[in-house]
């Protein structure tokens, strides 16, 4: 990496360490706000679509924080199916918990493996493993939500416990980004 891109990346850490510490709180509210809920009624439904118009949001602040790194073609593709998923998600909504998991399940594979990429591409920046993970085991959840449709009782508890997980992964990516930064820019002061 050339001094040009260590010092622009550098330079957009504190904002994706920001944005990940919103996204852990967010995460660690919506799930228990989404596990009292435990059914499709008004507040579960609206609870459902924030989550990916959320993410749509956060992805957002992510590739206007990013654009001194390069393109953010994995951030604008994430957007993109987050919308999408929220949409899909309302609409399943109105055919029962099966149908919201199916679709809650497509759009964690998908983004899990957009975040996957975004993190790869990242991780000479420091404090990205986590999103790797994070983005591996959204694609195995989604998996599992999809083939958790077809269960006798099907619930979104589940739902509720995968943004668990993510929100901590968030958490942990943002303490190790801002340990590098920090390593990062005493190590630029000393030369």
């Not at 459902?48 to 953010?72: H, K, M, N």
């Not at 999103?131 to 739902?159: D, R, Y």
């Amino acid at each position: 990496m050339t001094t040009v891109a260590s010092s622009a990346a550098l330079g957009i850490a504190p904002a994706l360490r920001r944005l990940y510490f919103v996204r852990f709180g967010f995460a660690i509210v919506w799930a228990v706000l989404l596990f009292a809920a435990k059914s499709l009624g008004p507040a579960g439904v609206a609870l459902l679509v924030l989550y990916p118009l959320f993410d749509a949001a956060a992805a957002v602040v992510d590739a206007r924080s990013s654009r001194a790194t390069g393109p953010a073609r994995g951030l604008y593709v994430n957007i993109a199916i987050s919308l999408l998923a929220a949409i899909g998600v309302a609409v399943a909504c109105a055919s029962g918990v099966p149908a919201v998991l199916r679709v809650w399940g497509a759009w964690a594979v998908v983004s899990g493996l957009v975040q996957l990429v975004v993190g790869v591409t990242r991780r000479t920046m420091g404090g990205q493993w986590p999103m790797i993970l994070s983005g591996a085991i959204s694609v195995l959840a989604g998996g599992s939500f999809i083939m958790s449709a077809s269960a006798q009782h099907p619930s979104l508890a589940g739902i509720a416990g995968y943004a668990v997980p993510g929100g901590i992964f968030f958490l942990i990516s943002a303490l190790r980004l801002g340990r590098t930064a920090r390593e990062r820019r005493d190590g630029h002061q000393a030369a």
